[in-house]
């Protein structure tokens, strides 16, 4: 079981940045591949940036040059920066751990970024 922690959404402008972290339990997070979704109302949810546990990275294309994820292993922690928001940016940002070989997910409870002037 691996339990995940997101933190750091909130209310920012438009053109404004925010910065999500995840912090996931366990000792084998140096393997999971993490990412990053979000789900906005009466939308599906949708994969924002996935980092794999050898470093590599993709972006949904609406948020390509705009959103960096990235992992500190020694800290069990993913981070989403998140610049330049846009009012569509808004919605519920969930945490994600796939598990190698078995491709089991987790989801963290998700952290609720607004965009608004």
């Known amino acids: 079981q691996v339990q995940l922690v997101e933190s750091g959404g909130g209310l920012v402008q438009p053109g404004g940045s925010l910065k999500l972290s995840c912090a996931a339990s366990g000792s084998a997070f140096t393997i999971y591949t993490m990412g990053w979704f979000r789900q906005a109302p009466g939308k599906q949810r949708e994969l924002v940036a996935r980092?794999?546990?050898?470093?590599?990275?993709n972006y949904a294309d609406s948020m390509k040059g705009r959103f960096t994820i990235a992992r500190d292993n020694a800290k069990n922690t993913v981070y989403l920066q998140m610049n330049s928001l846009k009012p569509e940016d808004t919605a519920v940002y969930y945490c994600?751990?796939?598990?190698?070989?078995?491709?089991?997910?987790?989801w963290g409870q998700g952290t609720q970024v607004t965009v608004s002037s």
């Open positions: 980092i794999t546990s050898g470093g590599s990275t």
């Open positions: 994600n751990a796939k598990i190698p070989l078995t491709n089991q997910m987790y």
